[in-house]
């Protein structure tokens, strides 16, 4: 025995018990937290405003050009002469039964998927250019690059047609093709139009890349280099796939860009070329809508480029994570 008053040695003492947190007992109910059970809400509340506005600028028109799409619904129709008719798909029976609705859409997917090839390999080289060169240069290229974006689709396919107008012209002097006019073939006009494309639509692809290229960090690219790989093997094994989530993003964004270019068509082939030949979905629908006042057969052509592209887009996305792709 102790004596009284003296203290217990520290190896002696009873051990206490360190506080942490209390462990649920068995069958004992789970109590969650207000502020977790509105966690998963609070990210639509912030969206709820976008959502109203999308909702009333995208959901009621679409809807409107899907109901139009099913009725005979011409000039007399909207003059109120005489009642719109219901056809159902009559509409689009008679927009798949004709063979220049499907000549249309061939040259819209070739277009648009050379479009999309040019515009992603443009943005993408000058993005890459953009991190090598000095300030000085860097701001040069990125102030021109953001004037071809500012400039309208109208001005731009006016100051195109002039460049390669084959009277005055001055492509056609230097390259000494004489009156060589661009826009009287079929291939040489649309290889115009896609040049005057690619020039309005790269800037977008090369600033997001370029912003991209900015976040990874300089010592993976370092080590990249160090190892002995050249430019073109660190953009395909260390950029790329570093970059894929915003190279999605681009690749997306050009793809409904390029399927539905109307005025670079219109303006530099006057209307859809010769006898048509270089029309695209866009142009084919304005012509059927308000040229012919087929406003049923236009909405018909509206919807069906509407399906495709969230087709392209939803089984491009889906692709991607198939490959275990974060997105």
């Given at each position: 025995m102790?004596?009284p008053?003296?203290?217990v040695?520290a190896?002696?003492r009873?051990?206490r018990a360190v506080?942490g947190?209390?462990?649920?007992?068995?069958?004992?109910?789970?109590?969650?937290?207000?502020?977790?059970r509105?966690?998963?809400?609070t990210?639509?509340?912030?969206?709820?405003?976008?959502?109203?506005?999308?909702?009333?600028?995208?959901?009621y028109?679409?809807?409107?050009?899907?109901?139009?799409?099913?009725?005979?619904?011409?000039?007399?129709q909207?003059?109120?002469g005489?009642?719109?008719?219901?056809?159902?798909?009559?509409?689009?029976?008679?927009l798949?039964s004709?063979?220049?609705?499907?000549?249309?859409?061939?040259?819209?997917?070739?277009f648009?998927?050379?479009?999309?090839?040019?515009?992603?390999?443009?943005?993408?080289?000058l993005?890459v250019?953009?991190?090598?060169?000095?300030?000085v240069?860097?701001?040069?290229l990125?102030?021109?690059?953001?004037?071809?974006?500012?400039?309208?689709a109208?001005t731009g396919?006016?100051?195109?047609?002039?460049?390669f107008?084959?009277?005055?012209?001055?492509?056609?002097?230097?390259?000494?093709?004489?009156?060589?006019?661009?826009?009287y073939?079929?291939?040489?006009?649309?290889?115009?139009?896609?040049?005057?494309?690619?020039?309005?639509?790269?800037?977008f692809v090369?600033?997001?890349?370029?912003?991209?290229i900015?976040?990874?960090?300089?010592?993976?690219?370092?080590?990249a280099?160090?190892?002995?790989?050249?430019?073109?093997r660190?953009?395909?094994?260390?950029l790329a796939?570093?970059?894929?989530?915003?190279?999605?993003?681009v690749?997306?964004q050009s793809?409904?860009?390029?399927?539905?270019?109307?005025?670079q068509?219109?303006v530099?082939?006057?209307?859809?070329?010769?006898?048509?030949?270089?029309?695209?979905?866009?142009?084919?629908?304005?012509?059927?809508?308000?040229?012919?006042?087929?406003?049923?057969l236009?909405?018909?052509?509206?919807?069906?480029?509407l399906l495709l592209?969230?087709?392209?887009?939803?089984?491009?996305?889906r692709?991607?994570?198939?490959?275990?792709?974060?997105?």
């Amino acid at each position: 025995m102790r004596a009284p008053g003296k203290p217990v040695p520290a190896d002696r003492r009873p051990a206490r018990a360190v506080p942490g947190p209390a462990r649920p007992r068995a069958g004992a109910a789970t109590v969650t937290s207000p502020r977790r059970r509105g966690g998963r809400s609070t990210p639509w509340l912030y969206l709820a405003p976008a959502l109203v506005v999308l909702g009333a600028l995208l959901v009621y028109p679409v809807y409107q050009l899907g109901l139009i799409s099913l009725f005979h619904y011409t000039q007399a129709q909207v003059s109120g002469g005489e009642p719109a008719a219901f056809r159902g798909f009559g509409n689009y029976t008679d927009l798949f039964s004709d063979g220049q609705f499907w000549r249309v859409l061939l040259a819209t997917v070739v277009f648009a998927a050379a479009c999309v090839a040019s515009t992603l390999a443009v943005g993408c080289a000058l993005a890459v250019l953009l991190t090598r060169v000095r300030a000085v240069p860097r701001l040069a290229l990125m102030l021109a690059a953001l004037g071809a974006w500012a400039t309208p689709a109208v001005t731009g396919s006016t100051v195109w047609l002039f460049l390669f107008d084959p009277d005055f012209g001055p492509v056609d002097r230097l390259l000494g093709l004489g009156d060589h006019s661009w826009t009287y073939g079929r291939y040489s006009a649309f290889l115009l139009v896609l040049l005057e494309v690619v020039w309005c639509s790269f800037p977008f692809v090369m600033v997001t890349v370029y912003a991209g290229i900015r976040s990874v960090p300089a010592e993976v690219l370092e080590a990249a280099a160090l190892d002995g790989a050249s430019q073109w093997r660190i953009w395909r094994s260390v950029l790329a796939p570093m970059l894929r989530p915003i190279l999605t993003v681009v690749t997306i964004q050009s793809v409904i860009w390029d399927f539905k270019v109307f005025t670079q068509i219109y303006v530099m082939t006057n209307g859809g070329g010769i006898a048509g030949q270089n029309l695209v979905l866009n142009v084919y629908a304005y012509q059927q809508a308000f040229a012919s006042s087929q406003y049923g057969l236009g909405s018909a052509i509206g919807v069906v480029m509407l399906l495709l592209l969230l087709a392209v887009t939803l089984g491009y996305l889906r692709l991607l994570r198939r490959r275990g792709e974060e997105l």
